[in-house]
């Protein structure tokens, strides 16, 4: 059977997709961000996984106001990397798990969680940049990926606790499949962070810190805390964090922490980064 073996969590900022594209990850100002992934990078190349399942949000790049779906899976054999007004990042496409994925699907949509199916779709930085963080610049990305890409740019995004239920179908859907995979799940986005506004540019070490705690702490009741809590601590861009709490509720009580990292600052965003390790 497939299996989730690790939780992945970090931040996504176009910025450090364009350090890594560029050549500057080596600057004084990447130097110490790209460090915290250097571990990761060691392990993720022993971990070897079949398929990640990455959550991540679109940026108005596939999706636009004309058409916001909550939760959308993405079934296609390829994606390609969206435009986001630059031209498409030179990265390989994303290669999918269609099998996995309509698996994943099935199994979600009548355990009650209404999800949107895609069958064409690029993806942005959102996904692009942690396959970047994780992975470097390979002339192809060593596994499939199943982009999921949840709403958070247009009001009202789905709960925290919506998105930790969310991620217990997914736990389920994936033990099901008849396969033998390894599988990861991602969350991505986040910490606090703020783009627009008066207040643009917040940043809040203590809720951040407080957030990465208690991923281990108590989950369940990081589940329970409200949209206005994060908009008003982390930031409207903070809202982002809902997503983590998918990977996290896809993951067996008690996961083991495997890897933390927190820097502050990467262009607007203050960076968050868990491993978790799903096996006992
Ligand atoms: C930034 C952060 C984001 O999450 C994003 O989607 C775009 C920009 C930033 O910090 O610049
Ligand atoms: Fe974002």
Same mark, same amino acid.
């Given at each position: 059977m497939a299996r989730i073996t690790a939780g992945v969590f970090t931040s996504h900022v176009p910025a450090i997709g364009a350090a890594i594209?560029?050549?500057?990850?080596?600057?004084?100002?990447?130097?110490?961000?790209? %460090?915290?992934y250097e571990f990761s990078k060691q392990w993720i190349a022993n971990e070897k996984p079949d398929v990640i399942f990455l959550v991540y949000n679109d940026h108005a790049s596939a999706f636009s106001l004309e058409m916001i779906p909550t939760f959308a899976i993405g079934c296609a054999e390829r994606f390609e990397p969206a435009?986001?007004?630059?031209?498409?990042?030179? /990265?390989?496409?994303? $290669?999918?798990h269609p099998e996995l994925a309509a698996h994943i699907a099935q199994s979600v949509i009548l355990d009650?969680?209404?999800?949107?199916? @895609?069958?064409?779709?690029? @993806?942005?930085?959102?996904?692009?940049?942690?396959?970047?963080?994780?992975?470097?610049?390979?002339a192809a990305w060593p596994c499939r990926v199943i982009p999921f890409a949840v709403n958070v740019v247009q009001y009202p995004p789905p709960t925290? *606790?919506?998105?930790?239920?969310?991620?217990?179908? +997914?736990?389920?859907? $994936?033990?099901?499949?008849?396969?033998?995979?390894?599988?990861? /799940?991602w969350g991505t986005g986040g910490m606090s962070h703020q +783009?627009?506004?008066?207040?643009?540019?917040? $940043?809040n070490k203590a809720f951040d810190n407080a957030f990465l705690d208690r991923m281990l702490a108590d989950p369940e009741g990081l589940a329970k805390v409200p949209h206005l809590d994060y908009v008003r601590e982390a930031g409207s861009e903070g809202i982002e964090l809902v997503?983590?709490? $998918?990977?996290?509720? %896809?993951?067996d009580p008690h996961p083991r922490l495997? *890897?933390?990292f927190y820097h502050v600052p990467a262009s607007n965003t203050?960076?968050? *980064?868990?491993?978790?390790?799903?096996? *006992?």
């Open positions: 594209d560029l050549g500057k990850t080596g600057e004084p100002y990447w130097q110490p961000l790209f %460090a915290g435009d986001e007004g630059w031209g498409p990042r030179k /990265v390989p496409p994303v $290669i999918g009650e969680f209404d999800l949107t199916i @895609v069958n064409k779709m690029d @993806v942005d930085h959102g996904l692009t940049v942690p396959l970047s963080l994780l992975f470097g610049q390979p925290g *606790h919506r998105c930790y239920q969310l991620g217990k179908a +997914l736990r389920r859907a $994936i033990a099901s499949f008849d396969e033998d995979l390894n599988v990861q /799940v +783009l627009q506004g008066p207040r643009a540019g917040l $940043i997503m983590w709490l $998918i990977a996290l509720g %896809a993951l495997v *890897h933390r203050a960076v968050g *980064h868990v491993i978790l390790d799903n096996r *006992h």
